[in-house]
């Protein structure tokens, strides 16, 4: 069974200081992994994804994550914060098939000016 | 390209009153489909998901529905609606496990 699990529900930063947010899964299958980001009142938007390959992956808006098979992680960084990073994140695993998608509770980033 | 329709963006509805939400899907045959459901201050919830026309997989019990009528239609109902229900639900598709999710603009259902 796949799960996934986001520490933190909320993580404070200041504008211009290093974003992680963390974020660890259990699979019983190699996994695909992907990072979404929601900004208020809207839908997810599809940030960065692992399927195979290079295990650093970059994705929009400066974030990158990296696949940690040992660590069973695939946290999200980001080395400056902007105001317009404000937003709820959320990593998810797909399962075998395809057909779903396990998602962690999110993590709400707020950023300090 | 691909794109994803949901509406409306924003519904208030009495309790005990039907419900309704369409979800559109274009530039793809045979997607995956979803809907979520997002609580306030909580995570995503899946409720329902479709693989195919008429097939319809219930993750959650509820008194919600879900039905797909065409290829690329995905329809979520209520007959009675609950106080409970209210949330800003999300559809999706997607094609396949390293496809991802394309999510829809979610609707913002207040049940009052």
């Known amino acids: 069974a796949q799960s996934v699990t986001q520490l933190g529900s909320h993580v404070s930063v200041s504008e211009g200081a290093l974003v992680l947010l963390r974020c660890n899964y259990s699979s019983s299958v190699p996994p695909y992994l992907f990072w979404y980001v929601q900004y208020p009142n809207q839908g997810l938007q599809l940030l960065l994804k692992?399927?195979?390959?290079?295990?650093l992956v970059k994705g929009i808006n400066g974030f990158e994550a990296e696949f940690k098979k040992s660590e069973t992680s695939f946290h999200l960084t980001k080395p400056s914060a902007h105001m317009s990073d404000a937003a709820e994140y959320f990593c998810?695993?797909?399962?075998?098939?395809?057909?779903?998608?396990?998602f962690g509770t999110g993590t709400s980033l707020t950023v300090i000016p | 390209s691909q794109t994803i329709h949901q509406w409306p963006a924003t519904l208030v509805q009495p309790v005990g009153s039907p419900l309704s939400l369409e979800c559109t899907v274009e530039g793809t045959s045979n997607p995956n489909l979803y809907w979520y459901r997002q609580a306030a201050g909580r995570g995503l919830q899946l409720l329902f998901y479709?693989?195919?026309?008429?097939?319809i997989s219930s993750e959650v019990p509820q008194n919600l529905s879900a039905s797909r009528p065409q290829d690329r239609q995905f329809i979520l109902s209520s007959k009675k609606l609950l106080l409970s229900d209210s949330g800003f639900y999300l559809c999706?598709?997607?094609?396949?496990?390293?496809?991802?999710?394309?999510f829809g603009s979610g609707t913002r259902l207040t049940v009052v």
């Open positions: 998810a695993v797909s399962d075998l098939g395809g057909n779903q998608f396990y």
């Open positions: 479709s693989v195919g026309i008429g097939q």
């Open positions: 692992y399927t195979t390959g290079a295990t």
């Open positions: 999706a598709w997607s094609r396949d496990r390293g496809y991802g999710y394309t």
